[in-house]
């Protein structure tokens, strides 16, 4: 099975802060990769499809961008309701996976 | 709008067995494949299994291969999870999550677009 690695696994940010969370995958997995926001209690939110290409409805101040094994999951400027969990997830395999999440929290 | 709202969790004893369901509504369930994801307390996202539009193509974690069975009734609009051989690590929030396809070219890039609110399953003896 392909194995996703976040890094960081948690970071403190403030509001307008710009964050990056990365997404490593055991093999390459092309362009197969999404994001996912959690916040507690809630189900999950699709925010980025395909590596790069921003869910309908969803903040301009996410961006996604990677290829192969290396990815990245961006938010410009932090705003109060991005303070959660964030997953990728890839679907090359057979077998989905996710990573085991970046909780970002208030700093 | 699109629901999904997931029901039949419980608190079941080790080896026991629990049948989940997934109803939905406001999207044309027979032409989306669908899923199952599961969450442990405190844990991060844990894919389980999921199959196609059509009931084909059924695919299952390494974790519970031989013990789940996915399956759905497209004239009912439901999805459901057979869960047999229970285990104490099962223990989790099960989410259905609707299948969308991006198609370009040759390719197919699948995702997970609208989500249940989840049903607890505990399993304990």
């Known amino acids: 099975d392909t194995q996703l690695t976040q890094s960081p696994s948690s970071l403190s940010a403030s509001v307008g802060d710009r964050v990056t969370i990365t997404c490593r995958a055991s093999q390459t997995i092309s362009n197969f990769l999404n994001w996912y926001q959690q916040t507690p209690g809630k189900a999950p939110r699709l925010l980025i499809y395909a590596a790069s290409n921003l869910q309908g409805g969803v903040s301009s101040r996410f961006s996604g961008s990677g290829s192969g094994t290396n990815f990245t999951l961006t938010i410009s400027s932090l705003e109060p309701e991005d303070f959660a969990t964030y997953y990728c997830q890839q679907t090359f395999s057979n077998v989905w996976t996710f990573g085991q999440g970046t909780k970002v929290d208030i700093k | 709008q699109v629901q999904l709202v997931e029901s039949g969790g419980g608190v079941v004893q080790p080896g026991k067995s629990l049948r989940l369901s997934c109803g939905v509504s406001g999207f044309t369930f027979s032409t989306h494949g669908m899923h199952w994801v599961r969450q442990a307390p405190g844990k991060g996202l844990e894919w389980v299994a999921g199959?196609?539009?059509?009931?084909?193509?059924?695919k299952y974690a390494d974790s519970v291969k031989g013990r789940f069975t996915i399956s759905r009734d497209n004239s009912k609009n439901t999805l459901s999870l057979e869960m047999n051989s229970l285990r104490v690590d099962d223990t989790a929030v099960y989410y259905c999550?609707?299948?969308?396809?991006?198609?370009?070219?040759?390719?197919?890039?699948?995702?997970?677009?609208?989500w249940g609110n989840g049903t607890t399953v505990i399993v304990s003896s």
């Open positions: 199959l196609g539009y059509d009931g084909t193509n059924q």
């Open positions: 999550a609707k299948e969308d396809i991006w198609w370009v070219l040759a390719s197919q890039y699948y995702y997970m677009d609208a």
